[in-house]
């Protein structure tokens, strides 16, 4: 870039590649505040600049001029419709000690470099702007306040703000208006200053490291988001985010990529509104502050992100379809979870696989598997604060889960037809019932050897059967020490040697009953 006189530009370019490695902390507030207008000013005498009649740009203001700028709407007749880029053919305004300027909403296109390394303090571009060049405007360090469009346009956003337009190192305050549909590139990379951030709402996708490197404590994200890319908010120092709202009524449409907001280490609450839909593996990672998490009600698929949590209770609501295994993993603070809970859009579909295992959620209290939940497999084992369980009517299907628990009663739906590996060694179980007096279809259910075996037996004192079951395997229940009562139901066709070493007095075997296998009680 050519500089004329004495002066010097030093560019600082943080690549969308290298931000996207890292994460951005940013705070922002909602676009609530009123664009300013510009004072009634008359235009800078014309004299001032050089002028392509032909193409309706300026390429030129004499350095003499006035350090205030009002950029005419036409000149000897011709509107105005450009500044532009700074270069060997033209110098533009750069370098001009320029300290404010105010647009006519007549220019559609500011060129590369054309307004960098002057003294700029508020700058405000025109709702008009159409394309804005690289570096249009760094190196204006005193530069405190910048409005990229006005929150009051109506029209079609036109703008895209791409390629690191602004290494601005003092500014405080960015406000970004309805006329930017993306934002791309590290944009807005490098803002070390930032305190506040207002994105409009036109703005639907934010990629590649464009507000990384930010310290800001709040940061909200419109409705009409609907990509948020790898890198974009990395590196940073953000509290609190809100994306989107929980008014929105649209279908949910915002992707979440890998990365988004890599090694924000710092947020401490995230809540998401109804327009969101994916949410990527590491999207958010590390989430060593995080102590408050609100996944709204559209979100749909979760990939392995919210690692090393400190948040207590974990709703996971009703429209998930999908959980990477070890999503939430390290959440060693977690007490209360609930999956899959609330109104339904379509069947219950979730599938549990390889979840909440471990010591990862070692103060795991209590469960709540909502309608959404189908299956369970290779989940919720060796949770040794686990006390409460409860198991919605729309699960089928339970496999190598619940084994190591401190669970004193368990109850089993009608729905379920499969357990298998599961339920062992939960040495305070004391009481287990399995399907409904009520049940009126065949029953399904048949109790396969492998399930609650172990230390399992050692407390329970109460099996209680409803009508959904069909048969009893040998060693289901094994050596049952303090088993005082037993309700096999009405259902069940046959028993294989379970119940050894009980308190029974009483045995009522029903005439459902055509097969008990030797040594059975």
Known sequence: MKVSGSSKIKI????????????????????????????????????YFTFDEHTGAITDKNIDGPKDVVIPEEINGVQVTSIAQYGQTYSSFQGKNLTSVVFPQTIKSIGSGAFANNNLTELTLPDSLEELGM???SQNDNLRELTVSSQDYQGTPKLTVHDNFFNLPNL????????????TNGSFSNLLALETLNLGNSVSVITNGSFCFMNIDVLNIPDSVEMIGGGTFSRGFIKSINIGTSNYQGGPKLT???????????????????????IGDGAFYDLTSLIYLDLGNSVQSIGKSFTNTKIQQLVIPASVNHITPDTFSGSNSLKYLLIGEGELTESANLEVVSLFNGANYSSLEAIVLGRRVVSVETSFASLPALKNLIISDSIT????????????????????????????????????????????????????????????????????????????ASGVFYSTPNLAQLDLGESIQSIGASFYYNKLQELVIPDSVSSITDGGF
Do not use: W
Not at 257 to 272: E, P, V, Y
Not at 430 to 450: N, S
């Open 12 to 47: 600082k370019v943080i690549g969308a590649l290298g931000c996207g490695l890292f994460l951005a902390a940013v705070s922002i507030l909602s676009f609530s505040k009123i664009q300013k207008t510009a004072f009634a000013a008359e235009p800078t005498d014309s004299s």
């Open 135 to 137: 570096y249009a405007f």
């Open 172 to 183: 405080k305050i960015l406000n970004v208006g309805n006329n930017v549909s993306n934002i």
């Open 256 to 278: 979440i990529q890998s990365g988004s907001f890599l090694d924000t280490n710092h947020i401490q609450s995230i809540t998401f509104g109804n327009s969101i839909k994916e």
């Open 397 to 472: 299907s339970i496999k190598s889960s619940f084994s190591g628990t401190q669970l004193e009663a368990l109850f089993i739906p009608n729905s379920v037809t499969s357990i298998t590996s599961s339920f062992n060694d939960n040495p305070a179980l004391k009481m287990v019932r399995i399907g409904t007096k009520g049940y009126q279809g065949e029953p399904v259910l048949a109790l396969v050897v492998g399930s609650f075996s172990g230390t399992t037996q050692s407390a329970v004192e109460q099996i209680i059967f409803g009508n959904n079951v069909k048969s009893i």
